[in-house]
């Protein structure tokens, strides 16, 4: 079965780190980018990040650079954000998500998503 | 950094034909954007509708199109169904593996 099945979510204190996976399965994952979009609580959704199929490029979000960071194992067909300094306005489910070219510098798009992995950043 | 407008609310009757439109905060949306288009409903994930501006995701209805429609990109529903009524998000790409969604429209079809 095709699908992405992210982990690692729960509550962490703020200035605290955690560190977010995603599985692959179904489908050769390192032909493909992938991406991290959360979505806070009751809004909307909001791009984090994402890498090139073999982490040749990446990209961040105004809202997390240089707190976050995208990296990939293709032996493991995993997908992980390590998140650092996290804040209240982090609280959010944080979805994986597939695109459908190679690279994260072609302008696709998002074809497969996970069913999310929610963060909750609170004292 | 750069702002994606949607209208944050919109109603339709079913049967009716619908617009809703994403936009920038300073510029023109154009195709070099790639704007797609995502429809969600409650607790569950984002669902591709129309990726570079107009092109159809597999099984998508074709009642669901995109266009560029003045400055902004455009999701039209014409014979909206009852299962339209959901949270509709168009994102555009920035260049430099940077994309931007927009807030969302909530559709209602009543």
């Known amino acids: 079965e095709v699908q992405l099945v992210e982990s690692g979510g729960g509550l962490v204190q703020p200035g605290r780190s955690l560190r977010l996976s995603c599985a692959a399965s179904g489908f050769t994952f390192d032909d493909y980018a992938m991406h991290w979009v959360r979505q806070a609580p009751g809004k909307g959704l909001e791009w984090v990040s994402g890498i090139d199929w073999n982490s040749g490029s990446t990209g961040y979000a105004d809202s997390v650079k240089g707190r976050f960071t995208i990296s990939r194992d293709n032996a493991k067909k995993s997908l992980f954000l390590q998140m650092n300094s996290l804040r209240a306005e982090d609280t959010a489910l944080y979805y994986c998500a597939k695109d459908i070219a190679a690279t994260i510098l072609g302008g696709w798009y998002f074809d497969l998503w996970g069913r999310g992995t929610l963060v909750t950043v609170s004292s | 950094q750069t702002v994606v407008t949607q209208e944050p609310s919109f109603s339709v009757s079913p049967g009716g034909t619908v617009t809703l439109t994403c936009g920038l905060s300073s510029g023109s949306v154009s195709s070099s954007h790639y704007p797609s288009w995502y429809q969600q409903t409650p607790g569950q994930a984002p669902r591709t509708l129309i990726y570079?501006?107009?092109t159809r995701s597999s099984g998508v209805p074709d009642r669901f199109s995109g266009s560029i429609f003045g400055n902004k990109a455009a999701l039209t529903i014409t014979g909206a169904q009852a299962d339209d009524d959901s949270d509709y998000y168009c994102?555009?790409?920035?260049?430099?593996?940077?994309?931007?969604f927009g807030g969302g429209t909530k559709l209602t079809v009543l």
């Open positions: 994102v555009l790409y920035m260049g430099s593996g940077i994309w931007v």
């Open positions: 570079s501006t107009n």
